[in-house]
Antibody
Framework: QVQLVQSGAEVKKSGASVKVSCKTS????????LNWVRQGPGHGLEWMGW????????NYTQKFQGRVTMTKDTATSTIYMELRDLKPSDTAVYYC????????????????WGQGTLVTVSS | SYELTQPPSVSVSPGQTARITCSGH??????VYWYQQKSGQAPVMVIY???KRPTGTPEKFSGSSSGAMASLIISGAQGEDEADYYC???????????FGGGTKLTVL
């Protein structure tokens, strides 16, 4: 069965960086893109971007461009999301989520989700 | 940036039909997806491509889309359907994707 297991909670200071991992299993890693979605406390879902597990190509929402990097490690079927220059407003649960369809004309539609990683940023 | 607008809350009595709307000016051209998120859990897709149900989604959930508005309909809503519901769609070039603000469904 498809599983996405994320790294543990992080506590950071303003200005620092955080790198969250998402280890996948139960399917052919290269075939599906993956998304990062975050949710601030008491807030809604926010799509951050997408990474191709096949090519490593990325697509970031404009809000995070220049501050986020999404990467993949095929050897371990793991993706990573690094967010830099953290602010208290970045405090959120960060989810990785696999696409619904094999990479092709339809991407960036999350269907299988990790358990979430809480990142807390203090000033 | 593109935005999808949902009502913050919808309330129905048990057994009634709940309708949650999502408006966005590109919805006449782009598919909408719906996610259910229960407290403390990751989201779950309940509708894809406007009106299709993933395997495992109860038949009580249906979707529709017309013009700039999409709707998620929950027929015979029960307490277990209480959750936050989010619509999700893309911009013109599918370069950027966005969630609606979310709607809290209360069944009481």
């Amino acid at each position: 069965q498809v599983q996405l297991v994320q790294s543990g909670a992080e506590v950071k200071k303003s200005g620092a960086s955080v790198k969250v991992s998402c280890k996948t299993s139960g399917y052919i890693f290269d075939n599906f893109g993956l998304n990062w979605v975050r949710q601030g406390p008491g807030h809604g879902l926010e799509w951050m971007g997408w990474v191709s597990a096949k090519s490593g190509d990325t697509n970031y929402t404009q809000k995070f461009q220049g501050r986020v990097t999404m990467t993949k490690d095929t050897a371990t079927s793991t993706i990573y999301m690094e967010l830099r220059d953290l602010k208290p407003s970045d405090t959120a649960v960060y989810y990785c989520a696999r696409d619904r369809w094999v990479e092709g004309p339809r991407v960036a539609v999350p269907d299988f989700w990790g358990q979430g990683t809480l990142v807390t940023v203090s000033s | 940036s593109y935005e999808l607008t949902q009502p913050p809350s919808v309330s129905v009595s048990p057994g009634q039909t709940a309708r949650i709307t999502c408006s966005g000016h590109l919805l006449s051209k782009k598919y909408v997806y719906w996610y259910q998120q229960k407290s403390g859990q990751a989201p779950v897709m309940v509708i894809y491509e406007d009106n299709k149900r993933p395997t495992g989604t109860p038949e009580k959930f249906s979707g529709s889309s017309s013009g700039a508005m999409a709707s998620l309909i929950i027929s015979g809503a029960q307490g277990e359907d209480e959750a936050d519901y989010y619509c999700y769609s893309s911009d013109n070039n599918d370069d950027s994707w966005v969630f609606g603000g979310g709607t809290k469904l209360t069944v009481l």
